[in-house]
């Protein structure tokens, strides 16, 4: 029940503190933050899952990496705010834990094979991956781009950035706006008829760009 989400997770983020320290994650646990990030709460999504797993909330932040899970070492486990693989008949992405993320698709494949949430704010980011494909691919195979996940409010630059290249990186671009929470997405797009193809990603990330 959509009213009743918040007070679930106030309700379960006091059992995960003394004297109980219930912090076992259990799919309650999942269903509960996907049901507060569609309703839009996203800081209590967020507090939630930091208080479950404080160890992967900090991943890759020590080194300015923002996006979690970012080396593929583990599956997946409190998503979006670990990759949310979404499953459809022609595409799907899996993370087995051994360093990189596999994203399989078809000919005629369109859609997001991997996403996270992230807050951000304004500024310039810069880019990092490395990639290999079991064949010949086109530039706009895999993308990646930013969107605002707050309902009603202005978007990043949905500018699609092509992940086909093996070793490299690019720009991305949060402008001013009231947004504070957004999707990163990573997308399949097969021309029909084309044969399927297997992609391996290694080594992500997403930084703050300095500016001097």
């Keep these: 029940?959509?009213?009743?989400?918040?007070?679930?997770?106030?309700?379960?983020?006091?059992?995960?503190?003394?004297?109980?320290?219930?912090?076992?994650?259990?799919?309650?646990?999942q269903y509960l933050l996907s049901g507060l990030v569609r309703i839009g709460e996203f800081d209590v999504a967020h507090e939630l899952a930091s208080s479950l797993?404080?160890?992967?909330?900090?991943?890759?932040?020590?080194?300015?990496?923002?996006?979690?899970?970012?080396?593929?070492?583990?599956?997946?486990?409190?998503?979006?705010?670990?990759?949310?693989?979404?499953t459809?008949?022609?595409l799907g992405a899996s993370i087995d834990g051994s360093g990189g993320m596999l994203v399989s698709a078809i000919g005629g494949a369109r859609g997001v094979a991997a996403r996270q949430l992230l807050r951000l704010a304004p500024g310039e980011y810069s880019l990092?991956?490395?990639?290999?494909?079991?064949?010949?691919?086109?530039?706009?195979?895999?993308?990646?781009?930013?969107?605002?996940?707050?309902?009603?409010?202005?978007?990043?630059?949905e500018s699609?950035?092509?992940l086909s290249l093996r070793a490299s990186q690019?720009?991305?671009?949060?402008?001013?706006?009231?947004?504070?929470?957004?999707?990163?997405?990573?997308?399949?797009?097969?021309?029909?008829?084309n044969p399927g193809i297997d992609f391996n990603l290694r080594k992500l990330s997403l930084t703050e760009t300095v500016e001097r």
Aim: aromatic share 8%; with cysteine; charged share 20%.
């Design 88 to 90: 459809l008949g022609n």
């Design 170 to 193: 690019a720009r991305m671009r949060v402008p001013v706006s009231t947004c504070r929470w957004y999707w990163f997405s990573i997308a399949v797009a097969i021309p029909d008829g």
């Design 1 to 29: 029940r959509p009213n009743s989400l918040v007070n679930a997770a106030r309700l379960r983020l006091a059992v995960a503190g003394r004297p109980w320290r219930q912090t076992a994650i259990k799919p309650t646990d």
């Design 160 to 162: 699609r950035i092509s």
């Design 53 to 86: 797993n404080p160890s992967r909330a900090k991943s890759g932040r020590d080194s300015g990496n923002l996006l979690r899970n970012a080396d593929f070492a583990t599956v997946p486990i409190l998503p979006p705010f670990d990759w949310q693989l979404p």
């Design 128 to 157: 990092a991956w490395k990639s290999s494909a079991s064949g010949e691919i086109n530039p706009n195979a895999l993308t990646a781009w930013l969107e605002c996940a707050e309902r009603g409010e202005s978007s990043a630059d």
